[in-house]
């Protein structure tokens, strides 16, 4: 550890927190409307309502905070996906009304940041840490997938349980955030419609 990162502060007390929580709220706003290449940590501390020097106090440098923000980026995904599914029960819906909520899930809980989520897919292709990152995060929504699926493995017709959620997760993904980020020519409700269509089909006997 770099004598920089040693002087790096991990805030305890409540005010402390709480600047960290306005430096990173306000790097996500900047990134989101900006890009990361076009903000600087004198605007993010501008923004915060702190010195640059506070800024460098709890982050090292810009993409310090940027991974920060993508951390609460990620941890928001899953929280909302999470509640969502808990508030449901699944049980009482058929499979293919159950598959319209798992998608109307992830789209909602892609659209808390759409702007980030645009930076995002920039960065993944330019810095290998932010990739690695991201894997990680998507490695995470593999297996949640997988343990859904061996949830309901009496009722789904395919033998390889983790292959299909490989499929499932990785087509999933592609359409939902064709949907959320990019719409062309073709509306989200008639991709949502083959998407759920593709997944009954597939999945259920």
Do not use: C
Not at 68 to 93: F, R
Not at 167 to 192: C, H, M, N
């Amino acid at each position: 550890m770099s004598e920089i990162e040693e002087k790096i502060r991990t805030p305890r007390q409540n005010r402390s927190i709480k600047t960290k929580e306005a430096i990173t709220e306000a790097a996500m706003k900047l990134f989101s409307e900006k890009g990361y290449h076009q903000t600087n940590t004198k605007e993010i501390a501008a923004a915060a309502g702190v010195s640059t020097g506070s800024f460098y106090s709890y982050f090292i440098d810009k993409r310090a905070v940027f991974i920060d923000v993508l951390n609460i980026y990620n941890e928001a995904l899953l929280s909302q996906i999470k509640t969502s599914l808990a508030e449901t029960d699944l049980d009482q819906l058929d499979k293919s009304a159950l598959i319209v909520h798992l998608v109307d899930t992830l789209i909602e809980s892609h659209q808390v940041y759409t702007g980030f989520h645009k930076e995002l897919a920039v960065m993944v292709l330019m810095d290998e840490g932010i990739r690695q990152l991201m894997e990680e995060q998507y490695e995470l929504g593999r297996q949640l997938t997988l343990q859904y699926l061996q949830q309901g493995q009496k009722e789904i017709k395919t033998s390889d349980l983790e292959a299909t959620s490989v499929v499932i997760f990785e087509s999933t993904g592609v359409i939902v955030d064709k949907i959320a980020f990019s719409p062309g020519k073709i509306s989200p409700d008639r991709l949502k419609s083959q998407l759920v269509q593709m997944i009954t089909d597939y999945l259920y006997k």
